[in-house]
């Protein structure tokens, strides 16, 4: 989410009656704004050079390319490692990061799905859905049926992020 406000009032609301609203929702939108400051880590538009910024679990790596035989991609302290038998290939990076990513959400977030549900109702017969989706405009949904559908991008966030929004849903 960006950290813009917009405020929808009724078409003959006052401009006191307006700064009123915002001043008495002040500290609440400043807090809001300073959390979701610290979640923006999604950057759809990766070049797949080396060197870029990338971000997993809230962390910010660098993209190291390396020619080889074996094809694999493996995150290290300060590092995304993306071995490929074609480097100078930005769709064959690309494609491996792609790959990487989706795995990693996948395993990640389940994962977390299944610790926080058992945390919050206990141990239940009941197994969770979960389906991940690339999203534009939202984090995650739950639909009535109890399928919940997170955006593969939280893979991207940190920890805590992932929580707030499994735990929303």
């Known amino acids: 989410p960006c950290q813009s406000v917009s405020l929808i009032v009724p078409l003959k609301t006052g401009i006191l009656e307006i700064q009123h609203l915002i001043d008495k929702r002040k500290k609440w ?3 809001k704004q300073s959390f979701y ?3 923006n ?3 759809t538009e990766l070049k797949g050079a080396e060197g870029e910024e990338v971000f997993y679990l809230g962390k910010k790596l660098r ?3 390396i020619s080889s035989h ?3 991609v493996e995150a290290l302290s300060n590092e995304l490692i993306i071995k490929s038998k074609n480097p100078s290939s930005r769709t064959s990076v690309l494609k491996a990061l792609d790959l990487w990513f989706k795995s990693q959400a996948e395993r990640v977030l389940l994962d977390r799905l299944n610790i926080l549900s058992e945390k919050l109702h206990g141990r239940h017969n009941k197994t969770i859905s979960l389906k991940l989706r690339n999203m534009t405009r ?3 949904n739950c639909s009535s049926s109890g399928r919940i559908t997170l955006n593969s991008q939280l893979i991207k966030t940190p920890p805590e992020c992932i929580d ?3 735990i929303h849903e």
């Open 29 to 31: 939108i400043s807090q």
């Open 37 to 39: 400051s610290g979640c």
């Open 41 to 43: 880590y999604i950057n």
């Open 63 to 65: 993209l190291k390319i």
């Open 70 to 72: 074996q094809e694999s």
């Open 138 to 140: 939202q984090w995650g």
């Open 164 to 166: 707030y929004v499994i």
